[in-house]
């Protein structure tokens, strides 16, 4: 079987939509299956070209057996709704033209942006191949939700374009049961909803000892770590973090935030206004980097803004976390709570509520020393393994061909 597979971002980016896609097309090659990824030169989210690579009109790659058609973009940081508009746009329309020219059995588009989407309906047709679309944000509700969009005829005509991509899929996958009712009440058929939930790679992150040498260099000898690692974007809610920050008296604990995005910068500043000498701020470390990371973290901060959208989301950095035996203080409602409280491996807080989050953090901490959360973790992760969640998906995708 031969698939084409459409994604804004791949390997060797390192957010959570290139992850997921990446090792499971690592997986469908390992099953046989010809596998076709047509993304842009990677650039999330600082928009600038990583090395080795360039902004070509095409470009081709060959990635553990994974064939790799990189177009050219309008490319620009992860910030600023018109130019992230261009960067979509630009994207969806060179991914069209280089896709007409590929064999396949059946093509995938993916969200959260579904200009991508459109890309792959488009191709569908063209080619008179079934096509299936992979939900992994709803829009246009997520964007409305951080106040991105306000105007109320574009969010009408953005949701009569998703309600026709949702109509004409052969498949759609989404990541959370949430989103499968949210779907199937706008009208579509229930039944050709799958659900393929986000995972982790147990063979990547797995619990290990602390890194000592990232610990002597950010000089966190004999602190108890609260890190965020991930995107700095809109919807997470960073700077009511920093505001609580100076709530907290335990003099041991200290935030260590990693990522890049568009509140990055902002948040720096808000940092220095503060004047927080318990926070450090790292740029966005490479893939075969994060585990290093990851060893020298007590506890896994994972929150978004408070908003009734946000409680069908379940953030994938709460599995990677959880195969590292990291404690998660989780700051989302809905879905990812019951998640977290069914396993007992951390405690939420409730989001942009300070005193709930000063309280948990207070309490996860002291419940953390004992190990309260180690088994839970553990198997949380085992029962969200990729690799599982990857054939799961693949047997979807024959369903559609």
């Known amino acids: 079987?031969?698939?084409?597979?459409?994604?804004?971002?791949?390997?060797?980016?390192?957010?959570?939509?290139?992850?997921?896609?990446?090792?499971?097309?690592?997986?469908?090659?390992?099953?046989?299956?010809?596998?076709?990824?047509?993304?842009?030169?990677?650039?999330f989210p600082n928009g600038k070209v990583f090395k080795n690579y360039s902004n070509k009109l095409i470009f081709k790659e060959n990635i553990e057996g994974i064939k790799v058609i990189r177009v050219w973009s309008y490319i620009s940081a992860n910030e600023g709704t018109v130019k992230r508009i261009l960067d979509y746009v630009s994207f969806a329309h060179s991914a069209f033209w280089a896709s007409l020219f590929i064999k396949t059995d059946v093509i995938i588009a993916t969200s959260p942006q579904f200009f991508t989407a459109i890309s792959g309906r488009l191709i569908s047709l063209f080619r008179r191949k079934p096509w299936v679309m992979?939900?992994?944000?709803?829009?246009?509700?997520?964007?409305?939700?951080?106040?991105?969009?306000?105007?109320?005829?574009?969010?009408?005509?953005?949701?009569?374009?998703?309600?026709?991509?949702?109509?004409?899929?052969?498949?759609?996958?989404?990541?959370?049961?949430?989103?499968k009712e949210i779907i199937s009440q706008k009208g579509v058929e229930y039944d050709k909803i799958e659900i393929v939930k986000n995972g982790v790679n147990l063979q990547l992150f797995e619990a290990r000892k602390k890194d000592e040498q990232i610990i002597n260099e950010l000089g966190l000898e004999g602190k108890c770590v609260i890190a965020y690692i991930g995107t700095h974007g809109m919807a997470h809610s960073l700077d009511f973090i920093l505001h609580c920050i100076p709530r907290i008296n335990n003099t041991s604990v200290h935030f260590l935030f990693i990522g890049d995005g568009a509140e990055k910068y902002k948040l720096i500043e808000l940092k220095n206004k503060l004047g927080l000498k318990n926070v450090r701020m790292l740029d966005t470390v490479p893939k075969h980097e994060i585990e290093n990371y990851l060893s020298v973290v007590d506890i896994s901060l994972v929150c978004l803004k408070k908003s009734d959208t946000f409680k069908s989301v379940i953030p994938s950095k709460i599995f990677e976390n959880a195969a590292m035996n990291k404690a998660i203080l989780l700051g989302v409602e809905?879905?990812?709570?019951?998640?977290?409280?069914?396993?007992?491996?951390?405690?939420?807080?409730?989001?942009?509520?300070?005193?709930?989050?000063?309280?948990?953090?207070?309490?996860?901490i002291r419940l953390n020393a004992t190990k309260e959360f180690e088994h839970g973790c553990k198997n949380l992760a085992t029962d969200f393994d990729r690799k599982n969640l990857a054939l799961k998906m693949l047997d979807i995708i024959k369903e559609a061909v």
């Open 334 to 364: 809905g879905e990812s709570a019951d998640i977290i409280n069914s396993y007992h491996a951390g405690i939420c807080f409730e989001p942009e509520n300070e005193i709930s989050f000063v309280n948990s953090l207070n309490e996860i």
């Open 1 to 43: 079987m031969k698939i084409l597979f459409l994604t804004d971002n791949f390997f060797p980016e390192v957010n959570a939509p290139a992850n997921r896609t990446y090792e499971h097309c690592i997986e469908w090659v390992r099953q046989g299956v010809d596998v076709t990824v047509v993304t842009t030169a990677p650039n």
């Open 134 to 179: 992979e939900v992994r944000d709803i829009w246009p509700e997520s964007i409305v939700a951080v106040g991105a969009i306000t105007n109320k005829y574009i969010i009408r005509f953005l949701e009569w374009i998703e309600l026709g991509l949702y109509q004409s899929a052969n498949k759609i996958i989404v990541v959370t049961d949430s989103f």
